[in-house]
């Protein structure tokens, strides 16, 4: 069965993003929908509304913070090619906290041992 459009919530999903992120995409730009369409699929992957505003919260508490990162927090990188790895992704407890190359350090520092 085809998904019909009606049946996607663009605007819940764009609104949220915009939300959290505090920018102005739209919901009604024909990229955005292609990417949400695709993601929202009728190939027995359907994904829903949790799901992408699980992806967002995600990336949002890993990038929002880090200037180099927050650019990414858009429509094209978020419903991407990496939207299951995005959603599957257990956060680290000091994300959104500090930016990634501290908890990169931290974890380098406890895994480190002196030498014998």
């Known amino acids: 069965p085809q998904t019909k459009d009606d049946d996607i919530p663009y605007q819940e999903i764009v609104e949220y993003l915009n939300l959290k992120t505090g920018k ?8 955005t929908r292609a990417k949400i369409k695709a993601l929202w699929g009728s190939d027995g992957r359907k994904r829903t509304l949790q799901d992408f505003q699980r992806v967002i919260d995600n990336k949002c508490r890993s990038w929002l913070t880090d200037p180099k990162m927050t650019i990414y927090l858009r429509p ?26 501290t908890i990169k350090v931290i974890e380098t520092l406890n895994n480190w041992s002196p030498p014998q």
Do not use: C, R, W
């Not at 102005?24 to 990229?31: A, E, L, P, Y």
């Open 76 to 101: 094209e990188t978020l419903f991407g090619n990496k939207f299951e790895s995005y959603l599957n992704e257990i956060q680290h407890p000091m994300a959104g906290k500090v930016s990634d190359k």
């Open 24 to 31: 102005n995409f739209n919901h009604q730009s024909k990229q």
